[in-house]
């Protein structure tokens, strides 16, 4: 069962405004990335649904977390299906997220209170997830529909909006300013956040660097 409420879920992701977004099959590299983005700064985490047993892994990490990162806040993304978001809801998952917009998910997480972020590409896709609950919407792939543009102008006529961007986003000043310039409510951030050579090398005290140093950019962008 969820422990964090969808307000409380929301209300974290736009104070902080970064959530990484990340996955590994191996579950002790999982926990040492969770807790090196937990040092930097990090109270609301992504753990992606894109490999087989992936929410075993989910599952265990969950738990763990709630000891040593009790703060966290932990949710799952890469979901596409009612399914796969009641498996996940079933191990705690305190927010879902998914690359597109599902109405079916929408009954499953509003019937437990969590917050589902769902993938859009359009005004009306935006539209029609606030009509169905979603308190954040996620543009996605933010990078190829518009950017910090498409943003700017969504938030024009409809300034209610919460909204987080994935994909195109970058751990630079020059690219979280824009985003945030533009009115963004958070990023979700993954592989240019948790390079390739930095998790082999398990040099997990650089990523807790990264993440300070975007969260500290972020918060001088706003």
Request: glycine share 16%.
């Given at each position: 069962m969820a422990r964090f409420t969808r307000i409380k879920v929301c209300q974290v992701m736009g104070e902080t405004g970064m959530v990484p977004v990340f996955y590994h099959a191996d579950l002790e590299v999982s926990k040492q990335v969770l807790k090196a983005c937990y040092a930097g700064g990090v109270r609301a985490f992504e753990f992606t649904n894109r490999g087989d047993y992936a929410h075993e892994i989910f599952g265990e990490l969950n738990k763990w977390a709630q000891?040593?990162?009790p703060e966290m806040i932990l949710g799952v993304g890469t979901i596409v299906d009612a399914g796969t978001a009641s498996l996940y809801l079933q191990l705690?998952?305190?927010?879902?997220v998914g690359p597109l917009l599902n109405p079916d998910i929408f009954k499953v997480c509003n019937r437990r209170q969590v917050a589902y972020i769902p993938g859009c590409g359009s005004v009306s896709e935006i539209g029609?997830?606030?009509e169905l609950g979603a308190e954040?919407?996620?543009?996605?792939?933010a990078g190829n529909v518009g950017g910090p543009s498409f943003v700017k102008n969504v938030k024009a006529p409809m300034p209610w909006s919460n909204i987080m961007v994935t994909?195109?986003?970058e751990p630079t000043e020059e690219n979280l300013t824009k985003w945030f310039q533009a009115g963004v409510t958070c990023v979700g951030m993954g592989s240019n956040l948790f390079p390739k050579d930095v998790i082999a090398a398990k040099n997990w005290s650089e990523i807790t660097q990264m993440c300070r140093d975007a969260l500290d950019i972020i918060a001088k962008a706003r």
């Open positions: 000891r040593e990162c705690g998952a305190n927010f879902i029609y997830a606030q954040v919407v996620k543009i996605f792939p994909g195109g986003v």
